[in-house]
């Protein structure tokens, strides 16, 4: 079957330099001059591979790989840059890029470096020594997992809207790209949009988009990079009410309209999915969340139990992440001895799977042996002693505040004060882990380098 190749240049004669050369081979070829154009040709059809310059005229080509790998995480991407430094092709790899160029290109090289890119990719995948690590899958037998698994199947087809509830760490966004990969748009772009990330007076012109005004305006929100897919709404419950009514009314008319609105609206294929992890009632009462939009959203309502209540599917976690951890690192899987996993089922667990996974993490690296003792793992609970003392006193709510004070200070040590390697670590927003920071009374200053 005939390779499908995008270029995303603003340079005309590039482009169709690169057309000719790349047809000539047999490949099919799309070229774009902005991004924009770009995002609706991928909504429509994933190409084999994106040759993306590294500015198109002032757009950055790091922001829009970093937009593509939201939206796309399996498109591979090779950057054309005219300025390559050896800092900017490291940037765009650690970002996700399969390859770099530099300009003026060799058309050799350009042939090579695709070909290459592309047998890289068939290898990987059809290789018998190769395993895919699942990282994002539903783990777990207990009747409650059991009974969310068969909500997802029974609803992953449909177009309805779905509200996952839960505390932090219970797996709300892995249960969201559950329910995308098992529908009908599975081949289309999942976006999550994490409601608590941006500032009040940006968050509306980030989901809604701008329309183009001048050659270098305009700007694609999430709702539209997510049409015809699925669109996750982490945090829901931290949308401003004024930017709640105008997805209210989006959600009602099906159609999008970009911040200006000057332009024609967007008819809406996309399916939506929200998540939060505070007492919806309060928020409700409260006045802080709009009724009728809740209404909208909550047409399938599924709860996350803590893992304090589903301790019997600790040991299946615990192997699975053992395992992956050991893929990941190339080391041997280790194992836990009785003892060690009685201690796992009767910890609290106030961060839920995270935690777990956390501590899992940090003892496949630092136990030496083949074996993980009762003792390894105390040690690294060590540090939420005083959390378990306070649920052994009934004070929940001060329990789970002294487990996450003392799990963000230990990533932050970590990360030796670094706040953007610690958001990355913890799964959080940089800006959300800026406010936890302030609200908790952590002092970045005294763990390392600045907080950058």
Request: proline share 3%; aromatic share 6%.
């Amino acid at each position: 079957m005939t390779k499908l190749i995008y270029i995303l240049d603003d340079e005309k004669e590039i482009r169709k330099s690169l057309r000719v050369v790349l047809e000539d081979e047999g490949y099919q070829v799309e070229d774009f001059a902005n991004s924009k154009s770009l995002f609706k040709s991928l909504v429509r059809e994933e190409p084999s591979l994106l040759l993306l310059d590294v500015w198109v005229g002032k757009e950055d080509g790091l922001l829009i790989l970093d937009e593509c790998k939201k939206s796309f995480p399996n498109l591979p991407i090779v950057m054309i840059s005219g300025h390559g430094t050896i800092e900017l092709a490291v940037n765009a790899t650690k970002k996700g890029a399969i390859d770099f160029l530099e300009k003026p290109l060799s058309i050799e090289k350009v042939i090579q470096t695709i070909e290459n890119s592309l047998a890289k990719i068939q290898l990987d995948t059809s290789s018998p020594n190769f395993q895919e690590i699942e990282k994002d899958i539903i783990i777990g037998s207990s009747k409650e997992i059991t009974r969310i698994k068969q909500i997802i199947e029974q609803t992953s087809d449909t177009k309805s809207a779905v509200f996952l509830f839960g505390e932090n760490g219970t797996g709300k966004k892995i249960t969201a790209k559950t329910i995308h990969d098992k529908s009908k748009r599975a081949s289309k772009p999942f976006v999550e949009f994490n409601c608590a990330s941006y500032p009040e007076d940006q968050i509306e012109l980030e989901l809604f988009g701008k329309d183009k005004i001048n050659e270098n305006d305009g700007q694609i929100g999430a709702i539209e990079r997510a049409n015809f897919g699925t669109l996750f709404l982490d945090e829901i419950c931290d949308l401003p009410l004024s930017c709640q009514l105008r997805l209210q009314r989006t959600i009602q008319e099906g159609k999008l309209e970009r911040i200006g609105g000057s332009k024609e609206s967007i008819v809406l294929d996309v399916r939506i999915l929200s998540a939060t992890n505070l007492n919806i009632d309060d928020v409700l009462a409260e006045g802080k969340f709009r009724r009728e939009l809740f209404y909208l959203l909550n047409v399938i309502p599924i709860s996350l139990p803590p893992l304090r209540e589903r301790t019997e599917d600790i040991g299946e976690l615990t192997n699975h992440y053992l395992e992956r951890f050991a893929q990941e690192n190339g080391t041997k899987s280790k194992t836990l001895e009785p003892e060690a996993m009685d201690v796992l089922t009767n910890h609290f667990w106030p961060g839920n799977i995270r935690e777990l996974k956390n501590i899992l993490e940090r003892l496949s690296i630092l136990v030496q042996g083949d074996t993980i003792t009762a003792k390894d793992v105390k040690e690294a609970l060590l540090g939420f002693k005083k959390a378990n003392e306070m649920v052994a006193r009934g004070d929940l709510k001060h329990a789970k505040e002294e487990f996450e004070r003392q799990y963000i200070i230990k990533t932050m040590q970590v990360c030796e004060g670094n706040v953007t390697r610690a958001s990355k670590v913890l799964g959080i927003e940089r800006t959300h882990l800026y406010r936890k920071l302030k609200s908790l009374n952590i002092n970045v200053d005294q763990m390392g380098e600045a907080s950058v």
